[in-house]
């Protein structure tokens, strides 16, 4: 046991055990003598030694030598009741640690005591008291340290080499070596790879946390917040006096005088020259002009055909609806000659006759049919009133149509077709039949014409103007709207009732000569025109003293309002003023009394085409010769024979007034009114004959004509008057009949029909729309030059 | 410019004279930039309707319209 402590670094204390026979002897019984707290024992040493030398086995034999080395007198004995040495006993070895033991504890006690009683007095103010330097205590770290440290353990061997002495001082022969020569003067080291790295490394665990990266930021911004501002502003005026102030004063009059004359030379300049005229677009015209060939071409837009009611017909005449784009109205007639019409003793096997109305929607099925009586021969449409409808039939009479009930279908059929998908519902409304029309008004066979009615004209209206003209006694005006021409030699004017048909006309009143047409406001109770409408002047053509009829085919009349001035009090133009009385020429219905009055400003000339190939250029206006109290015409009628066939086309130039186209036979000509010696252009005669002709509507010197063998000869006078500028083929068959017409700024088409029933719609090509530059005053000057020739 | 005289009516005789002050101020100062000895005498402005003439002066406009 003691050899053990002496390891544990406690090398005087000696754990021992201490029976009771012991503890009786040296009064350090357990509980008695020695406690806890009172664990300190002195026993003396000659005491301890005489107990090793009487009993047999001591307590203390294990520390006996201890004992016996012991300097001392007395033994510390403690009682350890703790165990701490392991032994209830120990023996203290040494005097030092022998009053360490009995004494720190009271100086530890003690200082305890002086700590508090410092700490009371006063808490803050501890004297610093550097650290008192102590001797070392061994505590056995020092072996430890000895036995860790490195020592060398063998002896080192010394050797000394040297060079043997005589090889000192030599001299020396050096040279050189490559060192790559000789493969072993120098070792190296390769690099190799080494076969332990090799191995890749194909998975490896890793472990990875992902942490969000956190940032705070904050800003501060000013806030600015829209507010509604308005201003109301209106502009700076002088009153009247600063107005007056300022415009009297002296610097004004300056000012004016200095400026006015810069002002003056500008508007001079102004008048000189034209400042708008624009001389880009003058430019451009005069380039194109002078190129070599523009393309003249007429461009297939659409044909129209109908098999069930156009077979087998041809196309007499073709009219453009006035103001609804894209309806084009189409009138058909048998192909018979006249010898089979009149043999032809049952009517019913003829297909009832209709007039289509085709739409460039709808290029199958006809919009709108109108039913007519007879074959129609030629219709207008009329130009007031897109929906009065008048045409002439094949046996002289005149009927009217009024289709205000379907305008608005006709209207919609050109906004079905903007759209780009026909809908369910137009094939339905397709599929059905197109509505029939009945005619509204039809006239008497008595006094219409005795043979098919070939040319039929509408007058522009008069004006219903009441008020002017106080001193008739009939209010409504008279105004004859309607003229009609036919080979059987006669003129036929027609009026129209002001209000929409059908109109009530009255039982006869006044007659004179022949039957009345009644005025209109009076009452009937008769409720359709049918058959009772008759015209209201009747010219005969026919020379007094030669004898001889003529049978128009074509009429040309000029408008017969051209000259009409509202500021001078002239009563309204009332044809039926101009007319005398009972001239064999003229035949006239008057209603009433009338002042009759002579208005010598009306130009009651006109032209017309016969069958026969004449054109007779007369007047229907008569006066009374003094004398003989004859009427006697002013004029003569001018006839000329120039053409070979019917004339199938007069026509004024929509551009001058007294310019007129005729197309007849195997040529044409162009005439002026004024000119009495012949037409101021004539063509040589061609192989095929001219069946149809239409001036152009924008450019004046360019005019259309058909052909028998389905061609369309483009006439421009101002590139060759000898021959046209163009041929086109249009169909198989003769051309029945053309005309042009605006669709719109750019788009301008020809309707052109054919014997075999079907009308095709042409487009007109750019060169062909817009004139020229200064096209209208080279085709007068070219028009005035011919005239000066015949001259 | 406030209007002094004019022939046309009130309010399209103020909005010439405001759109035209400004246009021959911009007018002279071009002109006086390129040449500074320089300075606008005469002003018109063709247009496809109208022509415009304005004689500029130190105190005053004078504004002409004229039509084809």
Known sequence: HAILLSFTGHPEIFPLIFTTKTQEIFNCRIGEDVTEKNCFKLIKKEDIIQDLKTAAISDFHPVKKVVLEYPGEELLVVFDAKFQY???????????????????PETAEEKEEEKEENREEALEVQ?????????????????????????????????????????????????????????DSYVECTPYQDKTFIIKVLENDVGVQIVPKVREASTQTKWTYPKNAATQYFPRQLSSEEKEESLSSKKLKDFLTSVHLRMEIALQQNEIMNPFFDDWKALAEDESSSDGKPDVYLKAYQSFTDLHYLKNKTISCVCWHPTIHGIIAVSAREQLSYEEQVNLSDKSLLQQPVIVFWSFSDPVHPQLMLECPQDIYCFQFRPSDPNIIAGGCVNGQVVLWDISEHEEMLQNAKTVADGIQPSLMQVQQSSREPPLVRHCAISSIQYSHKKPVTDIHWQPDCSEDHQMDATLENKAEICMQLVTCSPDGSILFWDIPATKLPQPPSSGKTKVKESLYMPPDVPDTSKHLDFCWKPLIKINLCESDINREYSPTRISLRELHYRYKTSEKMQPLNILQLLAKGSPYTEMNISSSKNLKVLESISTDFFIGTEDGEIVYSDWKVEMDSDSAKPVSQKHTQEYIIHTGTINTLQRSPFFKDTILSIGGRNFAIWKEGIMNGPILQSSCSTGRNTAGHWSLTRPGVFFIGRDDGNIDIWDLMKKTYEPCHIQNISKSAISFISPW?????????????????????????????????????????FEREARYLK | GIPVRTTLDNSTTVQYAGLLRELTRKARSAVRDIDPQNDLTFLRIRSKKHEILVAPDKDYLLIVIQNP
Not at chain 1, 169 to 177: E, H, K, S, V
Request: charged share 25%; proline share 8%; glycine share 6%.
């Open chain 1, 86 to 104: 392991g032994q209830n006993f120990y023996l203290v070895a040494s005097e030092e640690a022998k009053e360490n033991i009995l004494k720190p």
């Open chain 1, 127 to 183: 004297p610093y008291k550097p650290p008192v330097q102590k001797p070392w205590v061994s505590l056995g770290s020092e072996r430890e340290v000895e036995e860790e440290s490195v020592k060398e353990t063998a002896p080192k061997i010394k050797y000394m080499v040297s060079r043997v002495q005589r090889r000192f001082g030599a001299p020396l022969t050096l040279t050189d070596r490559n060192a790559s020569h000789v493969g």
């Open chain 1, 742 to 782: 605006i669709g719109s700024p750019m788009q301008h088409f020809l309707a052109v029909s054919d014997d075999l029933g079907v009308l095709h719609v042409l487009e007109i090509c750019q060169t062909l729309i817009y004139p020229l530059i200064h096209e209208l005053a080279n085709v007068l000057d070219y």
